[in-house]
């Protein structure tokens, strides 16, 4: 005698053997990846991936340059592994990119990368060790830079204004080992140098967080809004219906608008709000026809009977009947968020800078049609969102095959 199954078998079952919600849910997944190991995996792991050099602006993917990185002369504090996963580190070093560099006595000589080919020069001394900045009278000789330069060493002040000194070699051997390196942009630079594969991946995290958000708000509005609809029904069907029919007549993106003109606010946190208050209307009209449905069923009556509470009925045994419906429509206003925060970054309502999004980096590269390679600038923010809306979408058409009842499935 075959065992008997539970719904959830032939659910997971059907779930699986539809190979292109797999893949939606492949790339949902390592996005969400992306997302908790933001700075820890992008190659600028600056807050907000915001170092960057106008010097090597709007360059191509797989770009090369040679870079020379000098200290900031201040003490950068170090973070923690879960401070640096939330915001990032401060870089304690300035980079510069260049063709070519040379030494002179205790200089360092370069010729910044560029058509100007400008020539610049620094203290080698400042460029590998963190010098103290201010006046000082431990070394009246060095006249207010606070180090000294012999033809084989140097005398210098460090941060806590004690004396220091090193041989002119021992710096050039740190400088050659730390501070000169060749960096590859894999998918281009921005408008002003900053590396587009770490802004896109930070993208990722604004996106999804957005999303998340957003719909955990339009579930709340919408359960609660379409339950107390579909349960009690009269004045209270009519009243929500009313409203649910103006929401909808409003296209979503005016009334993000209007919700963030409204909040007199722009940023992250409004589009939390605004994005999830235009979704809800889709769950609300799901969960009222399922409950007009389900409330006639004779397990309803039989709690009714035993005087439940239209609370606890419609809590424990109404909507946990609806979770498939309402996982599917979740799914769909996850891209939907998507959309339209893309929209809001795109019109300058949503996330500010310096912090990226997709579709404040589209609006960037809008305004670089027509330059000399910016196609990148457009095309890859464009192509990210059409991928993670199509994962989503193709996820919640599994879904929704999978909770069909009728749908066959292979044992």
Same mark, same amino acid.
């Given at each position: *005698?075959?065992?008997?199954?539970?719904?959830?078998?032939?659910?997971?079952?059907?779930?699986?053997?539809?190979?292109?919600?797999?893949?939606?849910?492949?790339?949902?997944?390592?996005?969400?990846?992306? @997302?908790?190991?933001?700075?820890?995996?992008?190659? +600028?792991?600056?807050?907000?991936?915001?170092?960057?050099?106008?010097?090597?602006?709007?360059?191509?993917?797989?770009?090369?340059?040679?870079?020379? @990185?000098? /200290?900031?002369?201040?003490?950068?504090?170090?973070?923690?592994?879960?401070?640096?996963?939330?915001?990032?580190?401060?870089?304690?070093?300035?980079?510069?990119?260049?063709?070519? =560099?040379?030494?002179?006595?205790?200089?360092?000589?370069?010729?910044?990368?560029?058509?100007?080919?400008?020539?610049? +020069?620094?203290?080698?001394?400042?460029?590998?060790?963190?010098?103290?900045?201010?006046?000082?009278?431990?070394?009246?000789?060095?006249?207010?830079?606070?180090?000294?330069? @012999?033809?084989?060493?140097?005398?210098?002040?460090?941060?806590?204004?004690?004396?220091?000194?090193?041989?002119?070699?021992? !710096?050039?051997? +740190?400088?050659?080992?730390?501070?000169?390196?060749?960096?590859?942009?894999?998918?281009?630079?921005?408008?002003?140098?900053?590396?587009?594969?770490?802004?896109?991946? =930070?993208?990722?995290?604004?996106?999804?967080?957005?999303? =998340?958000?957003?719909?955990?708000?339009?579930?709340?509005?919408?359960?609660?809004?379409?339950?107390?609809?579909? =349960?009690?029904?009269?004045?209270?069907?009519?009243? %929500?219906?009313?409203?649910?029919?103006?929401?909808?007549?409003?296209?979503? %993106?005016?009334?993000?608008?209007?919700?963030?003109?409204?909040?007199?606010?722009?940023?992250?946190?409004?589009?939390?709000?605004?994005?999830?208050? @235009?979704?809800?209307?889709?769950?609300?009209?799901?969960?009222?026809?399922?409950?007009?449905?389900?409330?006639?069923?004779?397990?309803?009556?039989? $709690?009714? $009977?035993?005087?439940?509470?239209?609370?606890?009925?419609?809590?424990?045994? %109404?909507?946990?009947?609806?979770?498939?419906?309402?996982?599917?429509?979740?799914?769909?206003?996850?891209? /939907?968020?998507?959309?339209?925060?893309?929209?809001?970054?795109?019109?300058?309502?949503?996330? &500010?800078?310096?912090?990226?999004?997709?579709?404040? *980096?589209?609006?960037?590269?809008?305004?670089?049609?027509?330059?000399?390679?910016?196609?990148?600038?457009?095309?890859?923010?464009?192509?990210?969102?059409?991928?993670?809306?199509?994962?989503?979408?193709? !996820?919640?058409?599994?879904?929704?095959?999978?909770?069909?009842? &009728?749908?066959?499935?292979?044992?």
């Amino acid at each position: *005698m075959e065992n008997a199954k539970s719904p959830f078998f032939y659910f997971r079952r059907r779930l699986f053997q539809n190979k292109p919600a797999i893949l939606g849910l492949a790339v949902i997944l390592l996005s969400m990846l992306v @997302t908790v190991l933001g700075y820890h995996i992008m190659p +600028d792991d600056s807050p907000n991936a915001n170092e960057g050099a106008v010097q090597i602006q709007k360059k191509t993917p797989g770009f090369q340059v040679k870079v020379l @990185t000098f /200290n900031k002369n201040i003490e950068v504090p170090q973070v923690g592994f879960f401070e640096k996963l939330l915001f990032g580190q401060e870089k304690d070093k300035v980079f510069m990119p260049i063709d070519t =560099f040379w030494f002179e006595g205790s200089q360092i000589h370069y010729i910044q990368y560029g058509k100007l080919q400008r020539k610049d +020069d620094i203290a080698l001394v400042h460029a590998v060790r963190n010098v103290f900045v201010g006046d000082s009278k431990k070394l009246p000789q060095s006249h207010g830079t606070n180090f000294v330069a @012999t033809s084989h060493s140097i005398t210098y002040l460090d941060l806590n204004e004690q004396i220091q000194t090193v041989s002119i070699q021992e !710096l050039k051997e +740190d400088f050659l080992q730390h501070h000169v390196k060749t960096v590859t942009y894999w998918l281009g630079t921005d408008k002003v140098g900053r590396d587009m594969l770490s802004r896109l991946l =930070f993208g990722t995290r604004i996106s999804l967080s957005i999303g =998340f958000i957003s719909v955990l708000i339009s579930l709340l509005v919408g359960v609660s809004l379409g339950a107390v609809a579909g =349960f009690f029904g009269g004045f209270y069907d009519r009243f %929500i219906m009313w409203l649910m029919t103006v929401v909808w007549s409003i296209p979503s %993106i005016m009334l993000v608008i209007a919700i963030s003109l409204a909040l007199q606010n722009k940023g992250i946190w409004v589009s939390f709000v605004a994005v999830g208050l @235009t979704t809800w209307v889709e769950v609300a009209r799901v969960v009222r026809g399922q409950m007009l449905s389900l409330k006639e069923k004779t397990y309803i009556e039989a $709690a009714k $009977a035993l005087g439940l509470g239209n609370l606890r009925i419609i809590w424990r045994h %109404i909507l946990p009947n609806l979770t498939g419906p309402i996982i599917v429509i979740a799914t769909s206003n996850f891209a /939907n968020a998507i959309l339209v925060e893309a929209g809001l970054s795109f019109l300058g309502l949503g996330v &500010q800078p310096p912090m990226p999004s997709w579709g404040m *980096m589209i609006n960037e590269g809008f305004h670089s049609i027509g330059t000399r390679d910016s196609w990148h600038l457009i095309v890859l923010p464009s192509a990210c969102i059409c991928l993670m809306v199509l994962a989503f979408n193709l !996820l919640g058409n599994g879904l929704r095959d999978a909770y069909d009842p &009728q749908a066959k499935v292979k044992v």
